[in-house]
């Protein structure tokens, strides 16, 4: 069994800042492609940042320059840096993997997302 556990989600006013983290655990023998997403009320999900094995970053063009994705691979662990937040960046946020587990299988894992609320 795999689980992505996310945290660091709350309220902020507008231009503060949040971290959030999401780890992965289980049989896990390889992460791949990670990524953050998230949904506002009312609205489809939508892919915030991605980030692949060896480091390469995407970024929505809503979030560029003010978000930051970055992993640690030794612990298995996904961040996501937010800067200037605006009222629209309110959302659940998930964070989304690719993983092979100890049984060789390659699957898409999701965490169980985390409220961001940004007042104005």
């Known amino acids: 069994q795999v689980q992505l556990v996310e945290a660091g989600g709350g309220l902020v006013q507008a231009g503060g800042s949040l971290r959030l983290s999401c780890a992965a655990s289980?049989?896990?023998?390889?992460?791949?492609?990670m990524g953050w997403y998230r949904q506002a009320p009312g609205k489809q999900r939508e892919v915030v940042a991605t980030i692949a094995s060896g480091g390469g970053t995407g970024y929505a063009d809503s979030v560029k320059g003010r978000f930051a994705i970055s992993r640690d691979n030794a612990k298995n662990t996904l961040y996501l840096q937010m800067n200037s937040l605006k009222p629209e960046d309110t959302a659940v946020y998930y964070c989304?993997?690719?993983?092979?587990?100890?049984?060789?299988?390659?699957?898409?894992?999701w965490g169980q997302g985390t409220q961001v609320t940004v007042s104005s």
């Open positions: 989304a993997a690719h993983i092979t587990t100890s049984n060789y299988v390659m699957d898409d894992y």
């Open positions: 289980g049989s896990i023998i390889e992460i791949g492609a």
